[in-house]
C-alpha cells in the first residue's frame, strides 16, 4: 500500500513519520516502527498514524501490528482506513461479513481519477465485457449497482430503455456521469438500501461484491425488486473453500456453492460461467460470472440477511 500522507496536524510528529519512511525506504522496518511509535506519542490521536504502524509491523513481522490496527479502529470507528480488515486478515478468520461503508467510499473516491486506467489497462479487466456477452434482448429498466465509473454502464446502455447507476462513491459517479451512458445516477449504500418491489427487468453488479461479503441481504434486496421474470447479472472472485473468504488484497472472494445456495433460496434460477476477471499482481483471478432469473413465484420481502428466511 502508498505510505499515507495524510497529517498528524503536528509538525514534530509529522517530521517524525517522514524520517520514518526514510527508514523503512532503506530497510530498517524495526527503527522505521519505533519512530512512528514515537510520533503517535506527540500526536496520540492521528488514526492514519496508528494504521500505518499498524502496517508496517504487520509486513515486517514485527510485534504488536494489531494493538495498533485496533487503537485506528477505536479512534475512528466508521473506519475509513480499513483497519477492521487488516484485523481481520490477521485473524485468519473473517469477524466483520462486509466492508466498512466509509472505507468503501473513501478508498473509491481516491481512486475515481484513474480508476479505468488502473483497472483496464494495467489489470486487463473484462468483467463488464464478458457479462454482456451473455445477455440479450432489450430490458426496459435497468439498475447496475455500484456502477463506479460507468464501465458496465456503457455496455448496457444499448440494451436499456431506462438506466441507472447507483455508487457510494461521490467522485466515481461523477467519472460516470461525463460518460453520458446513464439515465439517472444516485449515490447509494449498497450494505443499507430501502426495499423496493418489482422496479427493475434487469440488475447487474460489475465486480462489487468483492466489497461486500455476505450476499444474503444484497440477494433478498435484488429478488425483491426485479420484475418476475426478471435477470440478475454479477461477478465474483471464484474461492474454492466454503461460503466467502477475506484475501490479503482486501477483498472478498465467494465459492460457486454459496451463490448458488443464495440464488436458489431467493428463487433464482442460475447459470454460472468461469473465467478470467483480472489480473493482480501479475496473476489472473479466477471470476464467477452469473446470469440469474427470478422465477414468477420469488421473494416478496427482503431478507434479514441473516437466517435466509425469503418468502
Request: include cysteine.
Amino acid at each position: 500500500m502508498t505510505p499515507l500522507q495524510l497529517s498528524s496536524g503536528d509538525l514534530i510528529a509529522d517530521r517524525r513519520a517522514d524520517y520514518a519512511e526514510g527508514l523503512l525506504a532503506s530497510g530498517e522496518a524495526a527503527a522505521a516502527a519505533d519512530l512512528y511509535a514515537q510520533a503517535l506519542e506527540v500526536a496520540p490521536g492521528w488514526v492514519a498514524g496508528w494504521y500505518r504502524l499498524g502496517e508496517i509491523r504487520a509486513e515486517h513481522g514485527l510485534p504488536a501490528a494489531g494493538e495498533a490496527f485496533a487503537e485506528a479502529l477505536r479512534l475512528d470507528p466508521a473506519d475509513k482506513l480499513g483497519a477492521a480488515l487488516r484485523l481481520d486478515l490477521m485473524r485468519g478468520q473473517p469477524l466483520v461479513e462486509t466492508m466498512p461503508s466509509a472505507f468503501v467510499e473513501t478508498l473509491f473516491d481516491q481512486y475515481a481519477d484513474h480508476f479505468d486506467q488502473s483497472l483496464v489497462e494495467t489489470l486487463n479487466y473484462r468483467g463488464p465485457q464478458h457479462l454482456r456477452r451473455q445477455l440479450s434482448g432489450h430490458f426496459a429498466r435497468v439498475l447496475d449497482l455500484g456502477c463506479g465509473t460507468g464501465l458496465m454502464g456503457a455496455e448496457l446502455r444499448a440494451l436499456a430503455g431506462h438506466l441507472e447507476g447507483w455508487d457510494i462513491s461521490a467522485e466515481m459517479l461523477r467519472e460516470a456521469d461525463a460518460k453520458g451512458c446513464y439515465d439517472r445516477l444516485e449515490k447509494a449504500d449498497l450494505s443499507a438500501l430501502a426495499p423496493v418491489a418489482d422496479a427493475y427487468d434487469l440488475i447487474t453488479a460489475a465486480d462489487v461484491f468483492a466489497y461486500l461479503g455476505a450476499l444474503e441481504q444484497i440477494v433478498g434486496w435484488v429478488a425483491l425488486a426485479l420484475v418476475p421474470g426478471g435477470r440478475f447479472a454479477f461477478t465474483v472472485e471464484a474461492y474454492e473453500g466454503e461460503g466467502f473468504a477475506l484475501r490479503e488484497s482486501r477483498r472478498y472472494a465467494h465459492s460457486e456453492i454459496y451463490v448458488r445456495g443464495l440464488l436458489a433460496r431467493a428463487g433464482f434460477e442460475a447459470s454460472i460461467d468461469r473465467a478470467v476477471l483480472r489480473m493482480d499482481r501479475g496473476a489472473p483471478i479466477e471470476g464467477l460470472f452469473v446470469q440469474a432469473e427470478r422465477l414468477a413465484q420469488g421473494v416478496r420481502r427482503q431478507s434479514d440477511g441473516e437466517d435466509l428466511a425469503f418468502a
